[in-house]
């Protein structure tokens, strides 16, 4: 398509595309206005709850032992893109999910190394009622 109405990610040697995203501002892109990527951020917790409607990223800056991600919250739309940036402080700790969350073409990670950043990208999919997760990249 056009430039600017696709962006193409590389994560764990898969390659997925983010459509032109419809932002607070209109289209973004190389025509059109920027748009603030929504972010939602909590220091720790052991249940991490998101609003889709409202988030765009869901980041925990200091995950301090186990954490389950709640299944997201919102009206939820055919290929909408949620991002987790979640950093484990604690020496050892556990992730679980949802029961919509599936992986999909990458493995769900259950931990995090002390001391290290994991990013999650997520894609609802309306017609199964899940998000797969197509992106999962732990810090070096």
């Not at 209109?26 to 889709?52: C, E, H, I, K």
């Not at 200091?62 to 919250?73: K, R």
């Not at 909408?80 to 969350?101: C, D, E, H, N, P």
Request: hydrophobic share 35%; proline share 2%.
């Amino acid at each position: 398509g056009p430039a600017g109405n696709t962006t193409r990610l590389l994560a764990n040697q898969s390659v997925f595309t983010m459509h032109k995203l419809q932002g607070l501002k209109g289209d973004t892109g190389a025509t059109g206005a920027a748009s603030l990527v929504r972010t939602v951020t909590t220091t720790t917790t052991t249940t991490l709850a998101t609003d889709a409607d409202v988030t765009d990223i869901r980041t925990v800056t200091a995950l301090n032992g186990n954490m389950l991600i709640q299944n997201p919250t919102g009206t939820l739309t055919n290929g909408q893109v949620l991002k987790f940036r979640i950093k484990q402080t604690a020496a050892s700790g556990t992730i679980s999910y949802g029961g919509l969350f599936r992986s999909f073409g990458v493995a769900k990670p259950t931990s995090i190394t002390q001391n290290k950043t994991l990013y999650l990208g997520c894609i609802y999919n309306t017609t199964d009622t899940k998000w797969d997760i197509v992106a999962s990249v732990e810090e070096v």
